[in-house]
Each structure stands twice: as C-alpha cells, then as structure tokens.
C-alpha cells in the first residue's frame, strides 16, 4: 500500500479519530494543537490538586458507530459507565483524548498560522515562523471560523462552504465548596430558552472524580453567552456563580476556594453543512468536524463530542483508501 504523509491542524476528538484512522493503516501522521495539551471540547483543567471538565460533561451514543465505539472505549478502560447510556472519560473527560493522542506525533502549543502548497507538496507555519513539511494531505480539524482563515487562499469552493457554517458560544463557570450544599439537582440540563443556565454538573458524582471538595460546572445558555461575550472571565464567573446559588442551591454556600470561567467561543453548531467532511482532492486539503454532521441535533457538548467523532473517523476512512 503506498504510504501518504498528512498533518492534522487540531487535536479534539474529530482530528484525533482521523489521526488514529489513518495511523492505524500505516499512513504517516503528525497532529499539531495550539494548547498545550490534546482535548478540544473535552477538556479539563487542574487547579486545586484536582481537574475540571470544562466542555464535554459525558458521551452518550446515538449512532450505532459511536454506540460499538463507546463499548470498545469502555472494554479498554477509557471511558466508564454506571448504566451503558452515558459514558464517563476515565478518570476525567481529557483521560479519553489523552488515550487516542497516545502513539500518535503530537505537536503540542503549536498554532498554525499559514498554509503554504509548494509544487505538489503542504508546508505548515506556527505562529513562530517556524515550517513543518512537507506533507501530501493537510486536513483541518478546527472550528469553521479558525479554519477559514487557513484555507481562504488556497480553495475557493471549501471557503464558501464553511462561510455557511453558524456556530455559537458558551461561557462556563467552576469552582469548588469547602463544604457540600443541598441543591435541587446534582446534573442537570435545562431545556429553558429564558434561563440564563443551560447546565450545571457536580462533578463528584462523576466515576473516579469522588474528592472532598465538591467541584462544579456551570454552562451559560447561548443567548446569556452573546449577550456577555465580551466580559472579563472574572465579572462572568461571579455572575454564574450568582444565577447558580440563586436558581439551584438550597442554602447559601461558603466562599468557593476556587472560581474561574472558560469561554467556549465556537461551542455549538446552529448551522451544520449535512456532509460528513469537506474536501479536496485535487488538492490535498481536508476538513472535519462537529458542523459537518448529517446525523445529530447539536444542543450538547454530548452531541457535539460524537458528531466529532463521525466526521474525523470517516474522513480517515476516506483517506485511508486514497492512499
């Protein structure tokens, strides 16, 4: 079989499924990510000697190739599950991406800025100047607006693709308890459009996560989320924390020791393209990702995190059989 070269810009659970597709058929792959560790969405964050899953809350299955894939996660001890319905990473939501990144060339905190084609051939530029090449296929595992950018100068036709593509955001507040406090619901999602909350998860209840701080995630609804888009993550923490203690805790909490937010600037997909994956042939060039999706609702991380997944893994199919 002849064997390909191809970079992938974005280490979330789409690049990563097209990385190990690829890797698994002895294609040569190296993935590049701006953070400085792999995740995307499901990402955690260490403070306090402990982490926070700040995006991807749980995966639950709704097609039946993420449905085998989940079941083959859990019998590697990369997920877990108390009812086979929804499945935990192992022991936090980035112990999944960290399991796929595994065996695969992984450029850490590089973020790529420029894409050069020379002669049949992709050179990438980090945000240092520095070049990595060549490569005979890139494909680009981002957001649709981080990915426009890259491509707009080199395929006209996949950037009035993309430009279609309508993606909303999401704040999230965690922070941590000195000690427990009764509250309406340990997890829940509000199908509300008027509440200000979308979701708020204690993350103790989680497999593995059980601590004697009781650490939460508070997710802000999109139309709260534009509405302060632009406000520091302080004042936005303070004010979820806020709407938390007001609409779910049943008595007032301690001081948290910890409160920070994150801003998921692209977290969900309004307008997906109803294709599996974008691409080029001709030229060499690659696109994956949760607003490809044909299949899922995306009002979820959850639905995100497998719309993800089915693009990444079957453009790498794909890809596979190019060669």
Known sequence: MKT?????????????ACARRLHAAGQQVEVFEKSRGAGGRLS????????????????NAVTPEFIEQLALWQNQGWVASDDQSTFYGSPRMSGLTRQLSSGLKLHLA??????H???TDWWLEDQLGDLYGPYQQVTLALPAAQALPLIKYHSTALSNQLEQVEQSPSWVAYFALPEAVKVTNHTQTNSSAASPLRRWTLLNTKPEQEGELQKWVVEASTQWSKK???????????????????DVALSIPKQPLLLEAHRWLYAFTAKPLNL??????????????DYCS???????????????W?????????????G
């Open 4 to 16: 390909s070269s191809h970079a992938i810009i974005g280490a979330g659970l789409a690049g990563l």
């Open 44 to 59: 955690s964050r260490r403070r306090l000697n402990t982490t926070f899953d700040l995006g991807c809350q749980q995966l």
């Open 110 to 115: 590089k973020r790529i800025v420029l894409l």
């Open 117 to 119: 084609k020379k002669a």
């Open 228 to 246: 302060h888009l632009n406000l520091t993550q302080q004042v936005i923490a303070d004010k979820l924390f806020a709407l938390w203690c007001n």
């Open 276 to 289: 599996a994956y974008l691409q080029d042939s001709s030229l060499g060039i690659n696109l994956c990702g």
């Open 294 to 308: 044909t299949e899922l609702v995306h009002y979820s991380f959850a639905n995100q995190a497998e719309a993800a």
């Open 310 to 322: 089915l693009s990444g893994d079957k453009l790498g199919q794909q890809l596979v059989k190019l």
